[in-house]
Nanobody
Framework: QLQLVQSEGGLVQPGGSLRLNCSTS????????VAWFRQVPGKEREGVSS???????IYADSVKGRFTIFRVRTKNTVYLQMNNLQPEDTAIYYC?????????????????WGQGTWVTVSS
């Protein structure tokens, strides 16, 4: 029922920045926990960051201090601001929403998923 649409990623040089967004078509995200995950083909999906319905946040150690997750409630959008990107950040990035507001970084907790987009960090 809830459809999440992501902006496209792209190619970024090491040390660069990129902002991803995740939005709905007229449906509120206010009551959902929303998280960003990433996955490299052949490897396990990794939880990157999450934001609860009350805007508390969680970050994976690998991105802490570099990435920021935030909402713009009037736009029904959650953003992931990625700074100081490194080659190890290269992956397909997915946003996901959890109607139970569990606020975790475990993929099975999430009910709805965006389509995913590549972020490639390379010179």
């Amino acid at each position: 029922q809830l459809q999440l649409v992501q902006s496209e990623g792209g190619l970024v040089q090491p040390g660069g920045s990129l902002r991803l967004n995740c939005s709905t078509s007229g449906q509120t995200l206010d009551y959902y926990a929303v998280a960003w995950f990433r996955q490299v083909p052949g490897k396990e999906r990794e939880g990157v960051s999450s934001i609860s319905s009350g805007d508390s946040t969680i970050y994976a150690d690998s991105v802490k201090g570099r990435f920021t997750i935030f909402r713009v409630r009037t736009k029904n959008t959650v953003y992931l601001q990625m700074n100081n990107l490194q080659p190890e950040d290269t992956a397909i990035y997915y946003c996901a929403a959890d109607a139970r507001n569990r606020r975790g970084l475990t993929h099975w907790e999430y009910d709805y998923w965006g389509q995913g987009t590549w972020v490639t960090v390379s010179s």
